[in-house]
Nanobody, 109 residues
Framework: QVQLVESGGGLVQPGGSLRLSCAAS????????MGWYRQAPGKQRELIAL?????SVKGRFTISRDNAKNTVYLQMNSLKPEDTAVYYC?????????WGQGTQVTVSS
């Protein structure tokens, strides 16, 4: 089994930045992709990005991974009110998909 623990969410003003972290523990050797989804109120959960290593830039968001620490990060810049959502960490092996508990990000003045 794999456990995912997210941290770094909170309240931020429009235009601000946040960095989310997700640390994996347990049987992590077989993990390949890790990344982030988000779910805004009243909307379906949507994929931000999954990566196997290195980083991926998705507009204002950068996803990076430190395989030595079994940790994936989500750097969010120039945040907008529409980025308000619960952000979920996701990790996958060949057989399983794992989810974190979610962390709330609220963008508001």
């Amino acid at each position: 089994q794999v456990q995912l623990v997210e941290s770094g969410g909170g309240l931020v003003q429009p235009g601000g930045s946040l960095r989310l972290s997700c640390a994996a523990s347990g049987t992590t050797l077989r993990l390949n992709a890790m990344g982030w989804y988000r779910q805004a109120p009243g909307k379906q959960r949507e994929l931000i990005a999954l990566i196997t290593s290195g980083n991926s830039v998705k507009g204002r968001f950068t996803i990076s991974r430190d395989n030595a620490k079994n940790t994936v990060y989500l750097q969010m810049n120039s945040l907008k009110p529409e980025d308000t959502a619960v952000y979920y960490c996701n990790a996958r092996s060949a057989q399983n998909t794992y989810w974190g508990q979610g962390t709330q990000v609220t963008v508001s003045s």
